[in-house]
């Protein structure tokens, strides 16, 4: 069996690869949602936008990124499973 820090590495190179080409898709097929996502996740702080928090943008924001970082974490666990030779 593989030690455990090259699963982790393995594991965390092949997501950061994923999480990359789902971004620049999405941005590419969705370029002005996706700024007005990214204005949600850094609070506003958006170089095209003023600072603008609102209580809806705050919920929108924190839902958004709950969903991503759980379907981000399944698919993590799945692929560490499969890199791991675990079943």
């Known amino acids: ?4 820090k090259l ?3 393995n ?9 990359w080409v789902t971004c620049t898709a999405f941005v590419w ?6 700024g007005t996502i990214l204005s949600w996740w850094t609070h506003g702080r958006w170089p095209v936008s003023d600072i ?5 943008s705050f919920i929108a ?5 709950v969903i991503a970082g759980w379907i981000y974490g399944w698919l993590f666990g799945w692929s560490w499973e499969k890199v791991g030779g675990k079943k």
């Open 61 to 65: 924001g924190g839902i958004a990124l």
């Open 29 to 34: 097929l969705l370029p002005g949602f996706s």
């Open 7 to 9: 699963v982790i590495a």
């Open 52 to 56: 603008n928090i609102t209580f809806i």
């Open 11 to 19: 594991t965390v190179a092949l997501w950061a690869a994923v999480v």
């Open 1 to 4: 069996m593989k030690s455990n």
